[in-house]
């Protein structure tokens, strides 16, 4: 029988990957792809929350979240192309303007 | 059984998909396991009733959302393998899976210390699709059409930044004529 905590386990499991994926890579499309893995942990919460409660709240909260997720790809899609139309690298240290 | 042993196949493999995106020095190996993992993620979906979002995920995410970053892997050069510079590994491990298990239980605990009550209970006789219409169209409006807003203006923006002009640099120009100003 899978329960609630079943979920919650697997959910940690993967914000846990989706973080170690944030602040270990440099590359700013990895960083995109981990958040991608942090907003879908989140979902899979939502429903599984949504579900075990007999509740409908947790899947329109997912369904919102998808949506932000969507305009976050495009939007932050066409900032990285042109910093790397400018910079020629997609680095996060050459985000790094201030000498320090 | 068939649930578990569904969950558990699920399970592993979104798991060992997202950890392939996060350690892998190839940024197309590391897309590519994304997908599936997305693709994966909407069996959770189908399993937890929510038939809906699990049509969702696939459309939007595998979908869309991929082919956002397809197409946007055409800006960049992806033979190469990604250099990157990591320094302090087991710090990051650790941080990561400490606050990622502490961000968990901190929006899980209200799920075992109150008795919670569902406000918009699902009808045992409707399917998902109609009762999460009903509930959107009734209670969830104006989200959801500030979420049609904001995608609308995520897309010009896109548009925006993106195309205009895909000869010549905007920000670069930009800057020239800051500096003449000054």
Known sequence: MITLTHYLVVVGFMFAIGLVGILRRKNLLMLFFSTEILLNAANVGFAAVSKFYMDLTGQMVAFFIIAVAASEVAVGLGLLVLWYKRTGSIDLDSLQIMKG | MYEAVAFYFFSAITLGMFSVTVLSRNALYAMSSLAGGMVFISGFFFLLDAEFLGVVQIIVYSGAVMALYTFGMMFFDTTRDVQERITGKKTIYTLAILSALLIVIIVAAPLWGA?????????????????LGLVMFTHYLIPFEL??????????????????????SITLSEEADLKEDL
Request: charged share 10%; net charge neutral.
């Open chain 2, 115 to 131: 008795h919670l009550e569902a406000i918009y209970p699902m009808g045992a006789a409707s399917s998902n699709v109609q009762s």
């Open chain 2, 147 to 168: 979420s049609a807003v904001m995608l609308l203006v995520a897309m010009i923006s896109g548009i925006v930044l993106v195309s205009r002009r895909m000869d010549s």
